[in-house]
């Protein structure tokens, strides 16, 4: 298949990228900096800088949707919570024009979106069917999921991805979850209690990879481990892995003078479980939330 990848070198897109090669698959990715992706991404990879000379998407089999400035790397200001809407929703209204523009439009659309959708949803157990709640990071997520659902048709499906937080071996949320822990105060944030939906790298793009595969399957799937844990337990399995001290809890006031309104990503959770994914097949290999740490710590 030809598949199109917008975020192909971010912390999902560029191991994607990889695996989809290794497939033999033929791959092109939109960036806004061809230099530093041609750096990062394999000389097979072609590189598209940006979709304003595209007319259509004839001769593209799939598009992965994975850009979007990243949540959690700066406090939201208004023009920052702005640029957070704009570097999702723009790029994938832009791909939903050029889909229905298409005489031979892409068989499938997998576009991103998060586990944020639900917003802060405390013990409630959430799977796809749950609506969510008003709070920004749902109507983000919710705009960003409608923008998407456009391109659904007869011929296109679309798959929605609400992700949690993806445990990687470079970069990402555990880079900045691992440095307290370096520097001997790691431990839980605020009471400790707020779930935190995982998902193990590898499962994030073998999730992918089968939503790709199965084309039966369209709609919203929480690509989450199975068993989501609370905060205080991640903190205490993070502090094993690493062999440091996990007991120095960051008191929630102290996280909201740093954070702002965005502390609502730390502080805040969702209990979400994996239903359709499961249902649909898909067998995940990272169950168990040590073993994942310890594979990528």
């Not at 723009?90 to 586990?115: C, H, K, N, W």
């Not at 502080?267 to 990528?296: C, I, M, N, T």
Request: net charge neutral.
């Amino acid at each position: 298949m030809h598949i199109l990848i917008t975020g192909g070198t971010g912390l999902i897109g560029r191991p994607l990228t990889t695996r989809l090669l290794q497939a033999g698959h033929q791959i092109s990715v939109v960036t806004r900096d061809v230099a530093a992706a041609r750096r990062t991404l394999s000389e097979k990879v072609s590189l598209w800088s940006g979709l304003d000379q595209q007319q259509d998407l004839n001769g593209i089999d799939a598009v992965i949707n994975l850009a979007g400035e990243p949540i959690a790397a700066k406090r939201w200001s208004e023009p920052q919570k702005q640029l957070l809407c704009d570097s999702r929703w723009q790029i994938t209204q832009r791909l939903v024009e050029l889909i229905e523009a298409s005489s031979t439009p892409p068989a499938v659309l997998i576009s991103g979106s998060a586990t944020g959708f639900y917003g802060d949803t405390g013990d409630l157990v959430v799977t796809e069917d749950d609506p969510g709640h008003a709070e920004f990071t749902h109507e983000l997520c919710a705009r960003w999921e409608q923008l998407a659902l456009k391109a659904q048709s007869d011929r296109t499906r679309v798959c929605l991805l609400r992700t949690g937080v993806v445990l990687s071996k470079r970069g990402g949320a555990l880079e900045k979850m691992k440095l307290p822990f370096k520097l001997g105060i790691g431990g839980p944030l605020g009471n400790g209690k707020q779930y935190l939906p995982w998902i193990h790298l590898e499962d994030a793009i073998s999730g992918i990879l089968w939503l790709l595969d199965t084309p039966t399957l369209d709609g919203p799937f929480n690509l989450v481990a199975p068993y989501a844990v609370r905060n205080e337990q991640f903190a205490a399995a993070l502090g094993e892995v690493m062999h440091r001290p996990a007991f120095m809890r960051t008191p929630a006031t102290a996280i909201r003078l740093m954070m702002g309104e965005s502390a609502i990503l730390v502080l805040g959770g969702q209990h979400v479980l994996p239903q359709r994914l499961e249902a649909s097949g898909f067998r995940f290999r990272w169950y168990e939330l040590d073993k994942a740490l310890a594979d990528v710590v």
